[in-house]
C-alpha cells in the first residue's frame, strides 16, 4: 500500500454501524407496543358493552393508593437513566458520594418490587371485595391489562440482577456492559410509559 492511500484511510470517515443488539429490543419494544394496544383494544370493548358494570366495579378502586404506587414506578425511571448515564461514562460502581451504574440499578430495582408489591396488594384488596379474574367482564379486563404489565415489570426487574451481576462478574467494565445497561433501560422505560397510559384509562377514566 502506497503512502497516498495510508494517508486516505486515515482521513477517510469512519462508519459508525448502529448497534444489533439496540436494534433488536428496538424492534422487539414495537411487537410490545402492538401488545399492549391490543389490550387497551379489549379493555374498551367491553367498557363499551358494559358501562353499568363498570361505574359500579371501578368505584372500588383505591385510586389515591394506586397514585402513589405510580409515582414510585415512574421515579425509576430518573433513578435508571442516572444509572444509564454512569455506565455511559463507564463508572460500573460509586466512586466517593457519585453513585455509580450498580447502586442506581439497586435503587430502581427496589422501585420496581415496591410498584409489584403494591400490585399484589391491591389484587388481595379487590379480590376480597369480590373482583376476581372470572367474576365478570371487568374483572378479567382489569387483570389481564394491569397483570401482564405487572410482569413485564418483573422481567426487567430479573433484567436489573443480570445487568448488575454482569458487571461484578467482568474484569473491565467496558462498552458491551454499557450497551447491555442501555438496552435494559429502553425496556424499563418502556414499561413505565406503558403504565401511565393503563393508569390514565383504568383509575382516571374509569
Known amino acids: ?15 459508525n454501524r448502529p448497534n444489533t443488539v439496540a436494534v433488536g429490543t428496538i424492534v422487539w419494544l414495537g411487537s ?6 391490543g389490550l387497551f383494544a379489549i379493555y374498551f370493548t367491553l367498557r363499551s358493552v358494559a358501562p353499568d358494570l363498570w361505574a359500579s366495579e371501578t368505584a372500588l378502586l383505591n385510586i389515591p393508593f394506586s397514585a402513589v404506587n405510580t409515582a414510585i414506578l415512574v421515579s425509576s425511571s430518573f433513578t435508571c ?3 444509564v448515564w454512569a ?14 451504574m450498580v447502586e442506581w440499578f439497586f ?15 391491591e389484587y388481595a384488596t379487590l379480590v376480597s371485595e369480590g373482583v376476581t379474574l372470572s367474576s365478570n367482564a371487568y374483572g378479567s379486563a382489569f387483570y389481564f391489562t394491569t397483570g401482564f404489565h405487572g410482569l413485564h ?10 445487568v448488575i451481576g454482569r458487571s461484578y462478574a467482568v474484569k473491565a467494565f467496558g462498552h458491551k456492559e ?5 438496552v ?6 418502556f414499561v413505565d410509559v406503558v403504565w401511565i397510559g393503563l393508569f390514565f384509562v383504568i383509575y382516571i377514566l374509569k
Request: proline share 3%.
Open 184 to 189: 435494559v433501560s429502553y425496556y424499563w422505560h
Open 32 to 37: 410490545e407496543v402492538m401488545f399492549f394496544a
Open 107 to 121: 435503587i430502581t430495582y427496589a422501585l420496581g418490587a415496591i410498584f409489584v408489591a403494591g400490585q399484589i396488594w
Open 81 to 83: 437513566q442516572l444509572g
Open 153 to 162: 415489570v418483573t422481567g426487567g426487574l430479573i433484567a436489573f440482577l443480570l
Open 1 to 15: 500500500m502506497t503512502s497516498t492511500s495510508l494517508n486516505y484511510a486515515a482521513r477517510a470517515p469512519k462508519i
Open 178 to 182: 454499557a450497551t447491555t445497561a442501555i
Open 87 to 100: 455506565a455511559e461514562r463507564m463508572q460500573p460502581r460509586a466512586i466517593g458520594w457519585k453513585l455509580g
